[in-house]
């Protein structure tokens, strides 16, 4: 009877570890207005994936990624004036550069928890990771990968899904291919964000409408 309550229990821990990555630290924050604060999370559900990558029962890397769509720029744009009360006008502003943003690139913030810092490295030339865009037309890699650094209180009031000790990437893709055609076809329901190296891949599926 004790032999099979201490597997009971481990297999309990194995199974709450591959669904749930580490939460360390105060909770992100949240609006006031419940209402307001379900409506974004059901936006930033939609253009967001999260995904494990594990060498047996351990994990190695726990990343989570949200595809930069207008609507989701807007969204992110409106919780953040409501967190820092702001005026009208530089709600206005912020909008007209996030939309500018978004006519250039097609944009994805990538959080990821690495267990072994040596393989943090995504914005390195020489990166051990290849990360891809995969739509209906094809795969095409990152024009730039940017390391934003920790995910502190706010970033994770946009992005809940990372932690203390997650780190945050922005990773821009060009909006065309060398012979112009569109990286994502007019109507095309979900694109991929895929993490790979030979340490295992996750494949990130998002919302693109």
Not at 12 to 41: F, I, M, S, W
Not at 68 to 92: G, M, S, Y
Not at 185 to 196: D, F, I, S
Request: glycine share 6%; hydrophobic share 45%.
């Amino acid at each position: 009877m004790r032999r099979l309550l201490v597997v009971a229990v481990v297999l309990g821990v194995l199974g709450g570890c591959a669904n749930h990555p580490p939460v360390v630290g105060e909770p992100a924050p949240t609006l006031d207005d419940p209402k307001q604060e379900a409506a974004y999370l059901a936006v930033l559900d939609r253009y967001s994936d999260r995904k494990e990558i594990y060498d047996g029962f351990d994990t190695r890397v726990f990343a989570g990624a949200t595809l930069q769509t207008p609507a989701f720029r807007e969204a992110r744009i409106h919780r953040r004036a409501l967190f820092q009360t702001l005026p009208a006008a530089k709600v206005e502003q912020l909008l007209a550069e996030e939309l500018a943003d978004a006519e250039k690139f097609h944009e994805f913030f990538l959080g990821v928890h690495v267990n072994d810092y040596r393989y943090d490295d995504f914005a390195h030339r020489n990166s051990i990771w290849r990360i891809a865009l995969v739509t209906p037309a094809g795969e095409i890699t990152p024009v730039e990968i940017r390391r934003l650094g920790r995910a502190d209180l706010n970033v994770r009031a946009y992005y809940p899904y990372t932690s203390l000790f997650w780190v945050g990437y922005r990773v821009r893709f060009p909006k065309t291919f060398a012979n112009g055609q569109p990286v994502i076809p007019e109507g095309t329901e979900q694109v991929m964000l895929r993490v790979a190296s030979s340490l295992g891949n996750a494949a990130m599926k998002v919302s693109a409408r």
